[in-house]
Every structure is written in C-alpha cells, then in structure tokens.
C-alpha cells in the first residue's frame, strides 16, 4: 500500500511540476495577433494587449506583418508592419532580415527585386541594406545588399614594382601576368585598399 501511495504522489507531483513548468513556458510567450485590415494605430494598441510592440504606427491599413500573425514569440518582441498606401509605396525596414523572409514579403508586395551579394562575413543571406533604402518611394525595382557570410582580407598596397617574381609566387596577396621575372606595372596602385594586386612581369 505504501508503494501504490508513493507511486501516485510521484505521479500527481510530476503532474503539477508539469502544468507549472507549461504554465511558466506560456507566459513568456505570446501569439501575434490578427492585426491586418486595422489602421497602424489599432494595429499597434492590439499588439501592446498582447505584450507585444510595434516598430512603426501609421494611419494606412496593415496588409501584412513580421513574424507572421498567429506565429508564437517571446514577449517584449517588436512586430514589424507593413501598410498600404496606393498613391506612395514606401520602402518596408527589411535590413537584417534573413533573404527568405524578406522574399516572401516582397512576393506578396508584389515588387521587383534584385539581389547584389557582398562578403561582410557576419551571417549568410542577412540583407544589410536596400536600395531605396527603408521609408524611400518604391520606384519599380528594390536592390537587397545580402551578406555572403565570408568576410574577405583587405590590405593596404604596398609599391610591388621592382620587386622579382621568385619572391613573390607565394604570395596569396597578388596575380601574376607575363613572361618577365621583374613587376614592371601594377593594378591597383601603391596606398589602395584591395583583396588582391595584378602585377605584370617584365624585363628590367
């Protein structure tokens, strides 16, 4: 009989530890809530019910949000709104967004984009900038500056010209053109900043 009491106050013990762990969970997060078709300022008075923020208040309609309506997040997360406004489509903040969600956006903007990468070497498909840049009039077609992820070595150019060949094959830093054994001639010149050096060989 102590056995079966013991087993049962294991079970009721973990049950309760159970609801009060989800119960701990569920208060720390919150569910966006369906805030398309209000007016920004709506919008954002329903978010802050919901412990939620706004990243920018408008009088235009909502058509669309960041993290989607219905998506479960932390509280104290600010949500991203996108309006309507027919006679100027404004730039959406989509800096530091992940390339696929802001693709997605764009998608059901209907917009125009392309995509220009650059090795910022912070995180992979992270857009850094747009052009026109946030809150700018859409003009037709939106450029996204999308990190690589790799981040290239830049220097300072040193003066090459004069320099032997033999010294400098194994040198990461330069390209090596021409037949001579002498740099007669370089691409960029000495006090730029590059990733790499052309250097043509010749005779001295």
Do not use: H
Not at 41 to 61: K, N, Q, V, Y
Not at 113 to 130: M, N, Q, W
Not at 170 to 198: C, K, N, W
Request: glycine share 10%; charged share 25%; aromatic share 12%.
């Amino acid at each position: 009989m102590r056995v079966f009491l013991g087993i049962v106050t294991g079970i009721v013990v973990g049950g309760l530890f159970f609801l009060f762990a989800m119960k701990l969970y569920q208060s720390q997060y919150s569910t966006v809530p369906d805030v398309i078709g209000l007016i920004g300022i709506e919008a954002c008075e329903r978010l802050r019910t919901s412990g939620l923020f706004c990243d920018a208040s408008s009088t235009e309609t909502v058509v669309d949000t960041y993290p989607w309506v219905g998506s479960r997040v932390k509280k104290g997360r600010t949500v991203n709104l996108y309006y309507e406004n027919p006679q100027k489509r404004t730039v959406p903040r989509l800096s530091q967004l992940n390339l696929s969600v802001a693709e997605e956006i764009l998608k059901r903007l209907g917009w125009n984009y392309e995509t220009v990468y650059f090795p910022f070497g912070i995180e992979k498909d992270r857009i850094l900038a747009t052009y026109p840049e946030d809150g700018q009039v859409y003009n037709g077609k939106l450029i996204l500056l999308i990190d690589t992820g790799e981040r290239e070595s830049y220097f300072l150019v040193e003066n090459f010209v004069g320099k032997k060949a033999d010294e400098l094959k194994d040198d990461p830093r330069v390209l090596l053109f021409g037949t001579g054994d002498t740099v007669v001639a370089q691409y960029p010149p000495e006090g730029s900043i590059a990733t790499e050096v052309i250097l043509i060989l010749g005779e001295e």
